[in-house]
């Protein structure tokens, strides 16, 4: 895909020379550019000349002067320009396999791009990795990038991946170290596969690679009804021997589901460091309860009124101690309303897979003044759920008012939301 401007921030370099949402970029001083690694590198100069064309088919080779660091202010639909480098892998417990069809395109994309791990902090398998990329990523010192590893043990990882280049992951690994480029791991644990023992030796060898392993996050297999081929799901017993061989290591941490599946409290901050492995759920229930604890709640509130949280299982400890909270504001009633994943099935519990038939069952016989769901339930940019329907469908069917918090790691937008009832 061409280097397409998304938007451009006002005020910037891009807004006063008259790049529009739209435009093409080609090159950089008749450097092309095949992703956002490229652009951002050409671009700090001095003095530099953007070829570009224009909607209307026209092209310009614009000179501009700035300072070496600035910005150009201009943001692109995608982060890389060419094709994206697709997963070659047949993992058993690939999620993308395990969906139904009739959903959007985009779902089905499997990308194992270290383009994206580095600027998105996606995670990739390294099974693709060409020679040239590798010259890339060490000349440009692209780092850190996030690996899925899952296990150490060769065999067992051509098996779990389904790929004969899946056995040189140590091998891999070490290379990065030789590079002294850092790598956040990460492991889908798969009861009978890679838990336990497997675990162990995982965990030792990542252990043997010292800094370069910045930190590992280890989360359970996420099941769906659809899914073909036949796998454990982590129970409690499972989660808790888990809880007990991480801890034994350094900068290894549980997702939040697998204490939940435990029956473990989320513990402290300094478990989860800098937070390195959000994404992956580790430690988001923490940050946001600690971050709601920071903020100047209300004593009251004008009028009454009815919120609704409705959100994943998996935020159960959060959106409820928040709740709690809420309810000790004059005139404010808050209720969390757990939405159940009926589309995918009871094993999937997290925000970012609830449909808009889920959240409308949810409602269904629920009466609020505003509900509040958190952006992850929507496609980026848009109001569109993963079944198709839109906000609007939701609101049609439920009568409610929707607030939508887009920073789901905070609690922030909710209190200024009732700073002004």
């Known amino acids: 895909m061409p280097a397409i401007v998304s938007s451009v921030e006002l005020g910037s370099i891009a807004d006063e020379i008259n790049i529009e949402a739209g435009d093409e970029i080609l090159a950089i001083d008749d450097n092309k550019i095949t992703d956002l690694i490229d652009f951002n590198f050409y671009c700090k100069s001095e003095f530099l000349t953007l070829s570009v064309k224009k909607q209307n088919g026209e092209f310009e080779d614009i000179e501009i002067e700035k300072e070496f660091d600035e910005p150009l202010g201009i943001i692109f639909e995608s982060a890389v320009f060419d094709k994206i480098k697709p997963c070659l892998n047949k993992c058993i417990f690939c999620f993308v396999d395990q969906q139904p069809q009739g959903l959007r395109d985009t779902l089905y994309i499997k990308d194992d791009d270290y383009r994206l791990s580095y600027l998105q902090g996606t995670y990739i398998t390294l099974t693709n990795l060409k020679e040239e990329d590798k010259q890339r990523i060490a000349k440009m010192h692209l780092g850190p990038l996030y690996v899925s590893v899952h296990t ?17 992951i140590m091998e891999q690994l070490k290379w990065f170290r030789e590079q002294d480029i850092p790598i956040h791991c990460q492991i889908v644990l798969c009861p009978g596969y890679n838990d336990g023992k497997e675990l162990e030796r995982t965990l030792k060898d990542l252990k043997s690679l010292k800094d370069t392993i910045l930190s590992v996050a280890i989360v359970p297999v996420g099941l769906t009804q659809f899914r073909k081929e036949e796998l454990q799901k982590v129970d409690e017993k499972i989660a808790k021997e888990t809880l007990k061989i991480a801890s034994k290591y350094k900068n290894v941490c549980c997702s939040d589901e697998i204490f939940l599946l435990a029956g473990e409290k989320i513990p402290s901050s300094k478990y989860y460091g800098n937070f390195s492995q959000l994404s992956d759920g580790v430690g988001t229930i923490r940050l946001f309860i600690d971050n709601f604890k920071k903020l100047k709640l209300p004593k009251s509130v004008k009028k009454e009124t009815k919120l609704i949280l409705a959100t994943s299982y998996a935020a159960k400890t959060a959106i409820e101690y928040i709740c709690k ?3 000790k504001i004059k005139n404010l009633t808050c209720e969390y309303v757990p939405v159940k994943s009926t589309y995918w099935g009871n094993n999937i519990t997290v925000a970012g897979l609830i449909t808009s038939g889920d959240l409308i069952y949810a409602l269904k016989d629920k009466k609020a003044d505003i509900t509040i769901i958190p952006s992850v339930m929507l496609k980026p940019f848009s109001e569109d759920f993963l079944d198709g329907n839109n906000l609007n469908f939701v609101k049609e069917n439920t009568g409610h008012n929707f607030f939508i918090v887009k920073n789901s790691n905070s609690a922030e937008e909710i209190v200024e ?5």
Do not use: F, G, Y
């Open 325 to 327: 909270e809420l309810n």
């Open 152 to 168: 150490t043990n060769p065999e067992l990882r051509v098996k779990m991946l389904k790929n004969p280049n899946a056995k040189d």
């Open 417 to 421: 939301l009732i700073n002004t009832l």
